[in-house]
Structures are given as structure tokens and as C-alpha cells.
């Protein structure tokens, strides 16, 4: 072989030597790069993540802060009315939906815990409760209401009830027979999806009983509710109320969605047709049966988010004012550790 061409192979070999060694520093360094970039994401996501904690406990102060001044606006007072009720609105809170969402996340945890002593406390005997009722006309959000606010705490304390047609036994009965079978027990959070207010109000517009019937209720109702806040349950009832227009869009939205239809009901329609004499209903319903053991909030339902931010205040509230302390043991806890520390 030529010395030219050995030596040109020579020079090959060393320039591709030359090269893998080039490559290694390389590839340190773009590791190291990589490293950094991964380290800075990672540091720009937890500050991103604290930002977004600190903005969640702002949002849940700021309701907390409010939230007595959120019940006052939408309690039902002397002289209400309903038709002057801005049904967009959002009392009390000057947020976006953005806002609202991540107040209504943050305050989660603060139910939670009140909730929890409520229950700690109905286990070791006590006797007080929360009734949460839930009114309105079809479409208002009732069911989100259970999802998205009750949902927040612990369903082994809650107990829900929906009342519907009454069967052929409670017709048997008096009206309010499976009312008090259905209240809540000391340390559960009773929630009633619809109520013995159907009672006042479909069985009126729908001409189920006399006008003297359901109109004599309404003092039955005042003094059923005033015993069972006399046993220990701290009674809100919520009236949701939509829009005509609003509730045309979610019937029709119910209509329009495979995974909606089984939500509807032709009666819906019907029932729309009605809703002025459902109105008069409703006013008179607020008018008589807002008391001082068991007042009436109307909450601005067209905005579902507000609406589920206002009852999760109007909740919190509830449980706060019972002021429960977590219960003492009933046992000795020194000697108890020192029975479980033997088995180690």
C-alpha cells in the first residue's frame, strides 16, 4: 500500500478518535443542560403550584370572610319577593367563575372538618344535626347542589333523601309521616332533595288536595320544623331559583345530549307552561314558612357555580354555628397507650 494512502487512514482513524472524544464533553454538557432546564421546570411548577394553593386559601378566606354577609343578602326577610329576585346574580361575591370554582375547592376542606366533628360528636351521643332542603323547579341545579357541595364532605355522615310521589303506604299516613322518618340523626347531615314542601307546592298547582287541605300545612310545616330544630337540627332551606330562559336552555340541552335524555321528562314541559302559578306558589311557601328555627334562602340559580359556592357557604355556616369541639375520650388514654405499647 502507498505511504500517502496509509497515512490519510492515519489521519482518519485520529480525526475519528478525535471526534468520540469531542462527543463525550458534548453530551455531559447537553446533560447537564437538560438537567438544569428539568430542574427550572420542576422549580417553576412547584411555585406555580404554591401560587395556585395561596390563590385557593385566599379565595376560601375571602368567602369564609363574606359568608355571613352572603346569608343576610339572600335570606328570605319580610317583604320579599320573588319576582324582583335577579336570577343572574351573584350576592356577595365579586369574583369571576373562576374564582368562585376555586373558593368553592378550597372551602372543601374546612367542610370537611366540620363535618367531621359533627359526626365525632353524633358516635359519642350527641344529638344535633344539620338539614339541608333543597327546593326548586326543574332544571335549578338541586342535584348539583348534592354533588358538588355535599359532595365535599364525608358520605358516611350524610343521609339523602328525595322525596317524589308518595307511595300507597304514605299516602296512608299523614303528610309529614315520612318527613319525620327521613330527619337526620345526632352527628349526620340530612339532605332532602325536594321535600314536604311538594306538598304546598305541585299539590296545589296541581289540584292533588282542597285548597283548605294544603293551605291548614303551612302551620303544620311551621311547627313540625320548630320541633325537630327542639331536638337538635339546624334547619336551611334552599330555594333555587332559575330563570325561564335558563331553564329553556338546560331542557334543551337535556333534549339535545344522548347522556342528558334520561334526565328529562315530558311532563318538564308541562310544568314550564305552569310556572307562574308555580311562582305564587313559592311566594307564598317563602311568606309563610320563613322562620326564625328554619329560615328560607333563595339563591340566584342561573350561574350554577355561584349557586354551589352560595350553599356551600350557607353550609359551612350551619355547621360553624354549632361550635362542636372534638369529644374527650371516655377511657384513660395514658393506660391505653400503655396496653398497646405491651404488644409491641
Not at 51 to 69: C, F, I, P, S, V
Amino acid at each position: 500500500m502507498a505511504k500517502g494512502s496509509k497515512k490519510k487512514k492515519k489521519d482518519k482513524s485520529k480525526n475519528e478518535d478525535k471526534k468520540k472524544h469531542d462527543v463525550k464533553p458534548a453530551r455531559k454538557a447537553a446533560a447537564k443542560n437538560a438537567e438544569k432546564a428539568a430542574a427550572k421546570a420542576a422549580k417553576a411548577d412547584r411555585k406555580a403550584a404554591e401560587k395556585a394553593a395561596a390563590a385557593h386559601e385566599a379565595a376560601a378566606a375571602g368567602l369564609l370572610a363574606r359568608r355571613d354577609a352572603v346569608a343576610d343578602l339572600l335570606r328570605v326577610a319580610p317583604g320579599f319577593r320573588l319576582a324582583d329576585v335577579d336570577t343572574g346574580a351573584t350576592p356577595g361575591f365579586d369574583g369571576s367563575r373562576r374564582d368562585g370554582e376555586a373558593a368553592l375547592a378550597a372551602v372543601g376542606a374546612e367542610l370537611s372538618d366540620l363535618q367531621e366533628r359533627l359526626f365525632a360528636h353524633g358516635r359519642t351521643g350527641g344529638t344535633r344535626s344539620v338539614l339541608l332542603v333543597l327546593q326548586g323547579l326543574d332544571t335549578a341545579g338541586k342535584g348539583g347542589i348534592v354533588r358538588h357541595v355535599v359532595g365535599l364532605v364525608d358520605p358516611q355522615g350524610v343521609a339523602l333523601r328525595s322525596f317524589g310521589v308518595p307511595t300507597p303506604e304514605e299516602r296512608r299516613h299523614h303528610f309529614l309521616w315520612r318527613i319525620r322518618r327521613a330527619l337526620p340523626r345526632g352527628g349526620m347531615i340530612g339532605v332532602f332533595d325536594r321535600s314536604h314542601y311538594e306538598d304546598v307546592l305541585v299539590a296545589r298547582v296541581d289540584d292533588l288536595v282542597a285548597p283548605e287541605v294544603w293551605e291548614r300545612r303551612f302551620d303544620e310545616i311551621n311547627r313540625f320544623e320548630a320541633q325537630a330544630a327542639a331536638a337538635g337540627a339546624t334547619i336551611v332551606k334552599v330555594a333555587l331559583w332559575v330563570s325561564p330562559d335558563e331553564q329553556y336552555r338546560r331542557l334543551r340541552e337535556r333534549l339535545e345530549r344522548p347522556d342528558k335524555l334520561w334526565k328529562y321528562d315530558p311532563t318538564d314541559v308541562d310544568v314550564r307552561l305552569r310556572r307562574p302559578a308555580y311562582e305564587a306558589a313559592y311566594q307564598e311557601v317563602l311568606d309563610r314558612t320563613s322562620t326564625e328555627v328554619a329560615p328560607w334562602y333563595v339563591v340566584p340559580a342561573d350561574s350554577k357555580w355561584y349557586a354551589r359556592l352560595a350553599v356551600s357557604a350557607l353550609l359551612h355556616q350551619a355547621l360553624a354555628g354549632l361550635q362542636l369541639d372534638w369529644p374527650p375520650a371516655d377511657y384513660d388514654v395514658d393506660a391505653e397507650l400503655a396496653r398497646l405499647d405491651a404488644t409491641r
